[in-house]
């Protein structure tokens, strides 16, 4: 599978990646570097609430059906994002006809209408997604973890019935005005790409409507690591994250250094595993975990045991996470054999439009280059085992975080934890 993407800047400034790939369907996405973290406490919610209504009618597709028909037509699919940091529109189409789905994405976010009484319609329908995910207990986790180790509010990106209730018509396109610019605005192309020079005219044409200005971010996250527990009563299992805070800033020139850590991390990871599920039979499954955004990020273990089991499971994590970070055996076989899987995950990858344009655009955003894949991996692959010792020192040095839901229990695992890592 080819990989040659390259990056253009339209005249107004939009960053363009294109990325051609021997397939027969093309997939593009649109995203703007604005998300909930921009908002205040009285805005929570509103950038996604502008984001439904992008698919809601504009001045060329004035219904839902009028849009259906239009994709269906042309093979294409549709839909949309809202995150902490980034407003996304994006779609598959079959290559012949690429520009169709480039002159939606245009047409939907320069000329939208925001109908009032699609405003209202689109009320109930956010109000609705708002309590399905209170009531998905797995987003619920992640949504606690990032309330109390981020300091991101719960839900803040779908925000409150009452801001849901609140917002008003002027208020979204005031908003879609101050957030929306050419500046901020990146566009990926990954699949059957034709004619790369054609592209490139029709996105200078749709997308000049972008004004130029400037539009900040809010980055500032207070992270407060601790330990945490949501109670769940009616659980029989409690899940638990560890997490400790990373070591090496998130720069281009750390790629490898943190290749290096998540190598240290995939060797501890097994041999615990092992310990906790093969010789012990105390969880079905272990993993890694993390979260985190730009320099603000935490990595670690992730189970669920029952309550009876706690103690025991927290107890053998602290043991051998400590004999293994303190008595490194990894081996240049080791290393071979962790290369050899990774060329499954990066055919993943590499295969998948979808999932190259969002990496392509996301790197970009983060480092402000292409990813060059294989120089990447080429670096990867000459990692050695002495330098992996090296590079995961201080692994556990951060502050811990406990992060447990489920079953309530009586056990200070933070306690266990220091007794247990030595």
Not at 91 to 116: C, H, W
Not at 382 to 409: L, N, P
């Amino acid at each position: 599978m080819k990989y040659n993407p390259t990056l253009h800047k339209l005249s107004n400034g939009v960053t363009v990646i294109l990325d051609p790939m021997d397939l027969e369907t093309t997939n593009i996405k649109v995203r703007f570097n604005t998300g909930s973290r921009d908002e205040a406490p009285e805005q929570y919610g509103l950038t996604h609430f502008c984001e439904h209504m992008l698919g809601k009618g504009s001045a060329n597709f004035p219904t839902k059906k009028f849009i259906d028909d239009y994709m269906d037509y042309y093979g294409a699919t549709r839909n949309a994002s809202t995150g902490i940091s980034q407003m996304n529109t994006y779609g598959r189409v079959l290559g012949e006809n690429v520009s169709k789905l480039i002159d939606f994405f245009s047409d939907v976010i320069q000329n939208s209408l925001f109908d009032a009484g699609k405003i209202e319609i689109e009320r109930t329908v956010i109000c609705d997604e708002y309590r399905r995910a209170r009531d998905d207990e797995s987003r619920e986790y992640v949504e606690f973890l990032w309330n109390k180790i981020m300091g991101v509010p719960m839900y803040r990106t779908l925000g409150s019935i009452e801001n849901i209730m609140s917002f008003t018509r002027d208020q979204m396109l005031d908003w879609m005005a101050q957030r929306l610019s050419a500046k901020n605005c990146m566009i990926g192309i990954s699949g059957r790409i034709d004619d790369a020079d054609a592209v490139l005219k029709q996105l200078e044409q749709r997308f000049a409507f972008l004004p130029t200005h400037e539009v900040s971010e809010n980055k500032e996250i207070n992270a407060t690591p601790g330990i945490y527990h949501n109670s769940k009563q009616e659980k029989q299992n409690v899940k638990l994250e560890i997490l400790f805070p990373e070591i090496w800033d998130n720069t281009f020139e750390n790629i490898v250094n943190e290749m290096a850590v998540s190598r240290f991390e995939r060797y501890m990871i097994r041999k615990i595993s092992d310990i906790l599920r093969q010789e012990n039979g105390l969880v079905y499954g272990f993993s890694g975990a993390g979260l985190g955004v730009e320099n603000t990020r935490f990595t670690g273990f992730a189970t669920q045991t029952s309550t009876e089991n706690l103690k025991q499971v927290v107890a053998l994590i602290a043991k051998n996470a400590y004999k293994i970070y303190n008595n490194l055996d990894m081996t240049e076989a080791d290393l071979d054999r962790y290369n050899r899987k990774d060329r499954l995950g990066d055919a993943d990858w590499l295969e998948n439009a979808g999932r190259r344009c969002d990496k392509l655009l996301s790197f970009y955003y983060s480092f402000g280059r292409v990813y060059d894949f294989y120089e990447i991996i080429r670096q990867c692959d000459a990692i050695t085992a002495a330098e992996v010792v090296e590079k995961s020192r201080g692994y556990f040095d951060g502050s811990m975080s406990i992060v447990t839901q489920g079953a309530d229990f009586d056990i200070d695992l933070k306690t266990i934890w220091d007794e247990n890592f030595k």
